[in-house]
T-cell receptor, first 114, second 113 residues
Framework: DGGITQSPKYLFRKEGQNVTLSCEQNLNHDAMYWYRQDPGQGLRLIYYSQIVNDFQKGDIAEGYSVSREKKESFPLTVTSAQKNPTAFYLCASSMKTAAGYGYTFGSGTRLTVV | GENVEQHPSTLSVQEGDSAVIKCTYSDSASNYFPWYKQELGKRPQLIIDIRSNVGEKKDQRIAVTLNKTAKHFSLHITETQPEDSAVYFC????????????FGKGTMLLVSP
């Protein structure tokens, strides 16, 4: 069954900790994205990647890092430098980043700072 | 960069009524405009999209219209049903090099039986 899988569904982070959110797709999509969703803020782009070993900063990249070592995987690390990390994080993929290719979203990870 | 404004932020209708959600975009180079529906606690899902060479597109009870001159596009839902209750996001994308979707802030649609 093709799709995009995010894990874990819920994640709790202590102050000063780095945490990594997993995103895996088996759709053979070239492009992958991370968005952050806050109430009333819509979806804001953190990072995106067009191909393996290449990624670009989005609008709110500070305090986050990513890697793209495999086409199928695009993990997001929320570092201790991100001062307000509590949010819902959505991973997405598309065939390419060129316009006209819709996104397929994962089911999200809800991160809470404790 | 692109900026997408979406109105209203909340919309309440009675079952059977029509609902209209409007978005404006800032970059005249944008040429792809998808709409996503996100039910509570679930992932956003693409429900309809339109490209800049088309003025209107319909799919059963939903339709999207695009006015390139005014740089706005709208989602129309007719004969609304309670299961249409969700948050709807519009987005815009530019076809130049690497392109990503810029999303509006969303509209919460509540359909009362």
């Amino acid at each position: 069954d093709g799709g995009i899988t995010q894990s874990p569904k819920y994640l709790f982070r202590k102050e000063g900790q780095n945490v990594t959110l997993s995103c895996e797709q088996n759709l053979n999509h070239d492009a992958m994205y991370w968005y952050r969703q806050d109430p009333g803020q819509g979806l804001r782009l953190i990072y995106y990647s067009q191909i393996v070993n290449d990624f670009q900063k989005g609008d709110i990249a500070e305090g986050y890092s990513v890697s793209r070592e495999k086409k199928e995987s695009f993990p997001l690390t929320v570092t201790s430098a991100q001062k307000n990390p509590t949010a819902f994080y959505l991973c997405a993929s598309s065939m390419k980043t060129a316009a006209g290719y819709g996104y397929t979203f994962g089911s999200g990870t809800r991160l809470t700072v404790v | 960069g692109e900026n997408v404004e979406q109105h209203p932020s909340t919309l309440s209708v009675q079952e059977g009524d029509s609902a209209v959600i409007k978005c404006t975009y800032s970059d005249s180079a944008s040429n792809y405009f998808p709409w996503y529906k996100q039910e509570l606690g679930k992932r956003p899902q693409l429900i309809i999209d339109i490209r800049s060479n088309v003025g209107e597109k319909k799919d059963q009870r939903i339709a999207v219209t695009l006015n390139k001159t005014a740089k706005h596009f709208s989602l129309h839902i007719t004969e609304t049903q309670p299961e249409d209750s969700a948050v709807y996001f519009c987005a815009a994308s530019i076809k130049i090099g690497y392109s990503t979707l810029t999303f509006g802030k969303g509209t919460m649609l509540l359909v009362s039986p």
